[in-house]
């Protein structure tokens, strides 16, 4: 049976250098006593502080400033056009300012010659905390807003309600909230502290990572963990410990990163979602990133940050491995 700790309490790893991606405060407040208030809405939009950025297919533009920084281009929101429909409020900052996104279905031409369309998985490294809050929100309500348009319980079209974080069936009067899919990511590792990493099947050869797969209903992230663990590699685990959480809205994913001791060793891939499994030694991972033969995982998600705990430094960037 699995048992779950905290982080806190193990001194078996070394803590992290840097943060999980996307987890650090924005400090933005969410605001959400304002999204049913119309009228401040409304004034908030015609305010000349206000801003506001365009979200479509999960990206957005950044630009590139001359002191290396990277930020959000958005524009006053006076300057946009006002749609009701696909304008959702994002909150407001320690100023008084406040934010919101417009769902298009492209984004606008470029400003000038440094902005770019970006999606999450580049944005999220380059972006100061509060813009990579503000978007991670956005392209969350984006995608489920496009997933979402009609009611599950009597079928007709819905419409968006407060400020986008609601869609509300005419018909019925049902009303829908943004869902979240809560899922176990692990680093397993062995009474040899070897890291126990996978290649899915339709990853690029040499790509490896931790595990992971979605809570049950009516499951506990301690089974979760130990249920997927072993559908995927065959290997059971007992002791697991919580490290961090995760936004991960691709397309409505929150990720939950643990620790888990293994207590067997033999591993028996599923070949349906894993295609290969290893254990790696701190060594061996070295040497397989150094030849090329491993690649790491993509730096923004909390499987980077998880192996980097337990490796004891930063992780190659993709590019950089040969």
């Known amino acids: 049976m699995s048992t779950l700790k905290n982080a806190s309490s193990s001194p078996t790893h070394a803590p992290a250098d840097r943060p999980i991606s996307l987890t650090a405060p924005s400090g933005i407040d969410r605001a959400a006593h304002h999204r049913l208030d119309e009228a401040w809405l409304a004034a908030a939009w015609s305010h000349p502080t206000t801003r506001v950025f365009v979200v479509s297919g999960g990206q957005v533009l950044i630009d ?25 409020f994002l909150g407001t900052d320690a100023d008084g300012v406040s934010y919101f996104a417009l769902q298009k279905d492209s984004l606008p031409g470029r400003m000038d010659q440094s902005a770019r369309p970006a999606g999450l998985r580049e944005a999220g490294l380059l972006l100061s905390d509060r813009d990579a809050g503000l978007m991670v929100h956005a392209v969350a309500l984006e995608n489920w807003q496009r997933l979402h348009r009609f009611c599950s319980r009597c079928g007709e079209r819905t419409v968006v309600a407060a400020a986008g974080h609601v869609r509300r069936c005419q018909a019925c009067g049902a009303e829908h909230y943004p869902r979240t899919d809560p899922a176990v990511i692990m680093l397993v590792t062995d009474d040899q502290d070897r890291a126990l990493l996978g290649r899915q099947v339709h990853w690029p050869e040499g790509r490896f990572s931790t595990l992971a797969g979605f809570v049950e209903p009516g499951e506990s992230i301690e089974a979760s963990v130990a249920r997927e663990v072993f559908e995927e590699a065959g290997v059971t685990v007992g002791e697991v410990e919580y490290i961090a959480s995760q936004p991960w809205p691709f397309p409505s994913s929150l990720m939950l990163g643990f620790f888990a001791r293994a207590t067997s060793s033999e591993i028996n891939v599923d070949g349906e979602e894993i295609h290969e499994a290893r254990w790696f030694s701190r060594e061996d991972l070295a040497a397989a990133f150094e030849s090329g033969e491993v690649l790491p995982p993509y730096g923004i998600s909390i499987a980077s940050r998880l192996i980097e705990r337990w490796y004891g430094k930063p992780l190659p960037k993709p590019g950089d491995v040969v």
């Not at 990277?70 to 959702?88: D, G, I, K, S």
């Open 64 to 88: 590139d400033g001359p002191d290396g920084t990277t930020e959000l281009v958005m524009t006053p929101a006076f300057e946009a056009p006002v749609t009701e429909t696909h304008r959702y």
